[in-house]
């Protein structure tokens, strides 16, 4: 069965408005044909992107100019008669290779083995080498022309090859940085049909229970996105890889993939998909269209959908609100969303396929914020010096002058910190090492003693209904901790930082600003949110989401107030106070600390990589 007429008067598609046209109807169907759009757009990136060269001898393939006076500017001509010859080929290779009678399935859905089998027909047709991670393959054109397949591209087609069989109850599943797809009433069963990272482990077939269950950013402790068809169209568009090289990109491509884009979100398809508003968000703040909604308004709602629909559990959303406030160099919304990312980390615990988010945090902590650091004080220098041009410059000057001396700025740092050293708590691998250290201790340096001294620093005992391994571990850990270093100074005598007489030491009111608190999101290890002991009631959306936009800006007169949750931060509170920043005791807190939370890891389930390290570090001695 090949396209029906309704979808054929579409065609010959000529320039990126005859592609949206085809998109915009088959949206307003109840099932979009998934195959025929991921056709077309793995067509128009292979000769933008791939084989960017007017082909002038493959047969029905033409270029025409996007607009009349720039001829430098060409898009290919998508005719019926190669996109149907394309979409037939996928739909006989799906049926001739799955014969549905030899399925026992309930009534309207699927079972495990069906959507195994339908995996084992992508994953056998994919070539047996082939590098996994180059771009623009990730479309269905790829797998047919080429077959090759990324990772997230061959989930994408189990559920195309679904779609195909008419089993209408297979969808697709996406945490950050990986897919699946679920099955059954209301999406209940999950089965994974592709393999992640640089591993060719072959999981097919298997749920996700497991990743769940051990709280891995990989699997989002199960609030990832349940797809639904429009949702699955946006996906595809949001895969679009516009990259020429490393360093130009295709703009027809980035072009199409806005429009696109704008289509899905006003027609509402984008409310649950926070990542692919973020990408609209930044394709609109490096060529707006007029008349359109702000960068910054779709951030904000991107925000908001990962509050709402996911349990703020997603990291990205507020990547990409950093990434905006960093372009525009607004240092302190920058730094604001950097911590409520760290403070949505730190509750997951981190894994080795969880790489892609380190590699993230370490890149912001070990290269954005010190460079961001950096151009702030030299503006703010120049500032100082005046001379010729430092009026055109002033209101950026000023800007950096102000951010140095703003005690929020340093609290949101901290709470950067503090939320990836409570990441590392409790997980299988560590986080932190010394070269954390180093660039932490350059950052901290930006801001004056008096500057720091400025934010109110509480410790927050650890809550019975934290993670068992804490539980049980914690006497022990405060008792072998007490006679290092600083953190026995803060055990000794009450903490003299000038600005904590402020707030009383244990269960403030709830008046003071608690800055980097996420909307209150202190969770039970269910993921349920909860009232924080510093006297938070029931705010848990509208603080996140309005915060970057600087509407809470008004701090108690002793400055913010910064709660550390993390046992690393606790033991440096006394240094990142001190009138001068002890790059030492610093590195030595973090690698002592790092030791003792290994030895915790002995007595878990999962100690064996603890228990190598340790004795790895015996043998050394």
Not at 379 to 393: C, H, L, R, Y
Request: with cysteine; net charge neutral.
């Amino acid at each position: 069965m090949g396209l029906h007429s309704a979808q054929k008067k579409h065609f010959p598609l000529r320039g990126i408005e005859g592609v949206v046209q085809l998109f915009d109807a088959e949206l307003r169907k109840p099932e979009p044909d998934l195959a025929l759009l991921s056709l077309v757009l793995g067509f128009v990136e292979h000769f933008l992107a791939v084989n960017r060269v007017i082909p002038i001898n493959v047969p029905g393939v033409r270029f025409e100019p996007l607009e009349p006076d720039c001829p430098n500017s060409c898009f290919p001509t998508v005719e019926l008669g190669m996109i149907s010859a394309l979409h037939e080929r996928f739909t006989a290779q799906i049926r001739g290779a799955v014969d549905l009678s030899q399925y026992r399935r309930p009534a309207g859905g699927s079972n495990r083995e069906l959507v195994k089998k339908v995996s084992d027909v992508i994953w056998n047709s994919l070539s047996r080498s082939y590098f996994k991670d180059r771009a623009h393959i990730q479309s269905l054109f790829s797998l047919i022309t080429g077959t090759k397949l990324d990772s997230s591209g061959v989930a994408f087609a189990v559920v195309a090859a679904c779609q195909v069989l008419g089993l209408k109850d297979v969808h697709l599943a996406l945490s950050e940085d990986h897919a699946w797809v679920i099955f059954g009433k209301n999406g209940e069963e999950t089965a994974e049909v592709t393999w992640h990272g640089k591993g060719n482990e072959d999981r097919r077939g298997q749920t996700v229970t497991a990743g769940v269950s051990e709280r891995s950013w990989l699997y989002l402790k199960g609030s990832y996105m349940k797809c639904n068809r429009n949702m699955e169209v946006a996906f595809m568009v949001c895969a679009i890889n516009p990259s020429l090289d490393l360093h130009t990109d295709s703009s027809e491509l980035l072009q199409l993939q806005q429009k696109l884009l704008w289509l899905l979100y006003e027609r509402g398809d984008l409310d649950r998909y926070p990542m692919a508003m973020g990408t609209l968000a930044d394709l609109e703040d490096q060529d707006p269209i007029p008349g359109k909604e702000s960068p910054l308004k779709i951030h904000l709602k991107a925000v908001s959908s990962a509050q709402k629909y996911y349990n703020n559990e997603h990291i990205y959303p507020f990547m990409y609100l950093a990434g905006f406030h960093y372009r525009h160099r607004n240092v302190r919304e920058a730094l604001r969303a950097w911590a409520e990312a760290a403070q949505v980390m730190q509750d997951y615990n981190y894994f080795r396929e969880d790489e892609e988010i380190y590699k993230e945090f370490f890149d912001i902590a070990n290269d954005v914020i010190p460079t961001l650091l950096k151009e702030t004080a030299a503006a703010a220098e120049s500032a100082g010096e005046g001379g010729e041009g430092a009026d055109k410059d002033q209101p950026r000057q000023a800007a950096a002058l102000s951010a140095l001396q703003d005690p929020e700025c340093f609290a949101h740092l901290l709470q950067f910190y503090d939320g990836i050293c409570k990441w590392e708590e409790g997980s299988p691998t560590p986080v932190l090492h010394v070269g954390w250290a180093t660039y932490l201790v350059q950052s901290l340096s930006r801001f004056d003693a008096q500057v720091r001294q400025k934010v109110s620093i509480i410790t927050k005992e650890l809550e019975s209904q934290d993670d068992d391994d804490q539980s049980s571990d914690d006497p022990r850990e405060g008792r072998r901790r007490g006679p290092r270093r600083e953190s026995k100074l803060e055990e000794q005598s009450p903490p003299p930082p000038p600005a904590a007489s402020s707030s009383p030491p244990t269960q403030p009111p709830a008046q003071p600003k608690k800055v980097g608190e996420v909307g209150g999101r202190r969770r039970s290890s269910q993921g349920l949110r909860v009232g924080d002991a510093e006297g938070k009631s029931k705010s848990p959306s509208p603080d996140p989401s309005s915060s970057p936009m600087s509407q809470q800006q008004a701090s108690p007169p002793g400055g913010p107030v910064v709660t550390f949750q993390s046992e690393k931060m606790k033991g440096m509170k006394e240094l990142l106070c001190a009138a001068k920043v002890n790059s030492s005791a610093i590195k030595l807190q973090l690698t002592a600390q790092s030791q003792v939370q290994m030895k915790r890891q002995k007595s878990t389930p999962s100690g064996d990589y603890s228990m190598s390290f340790m004795k790895r570090q015996r043998k050394s001695l």
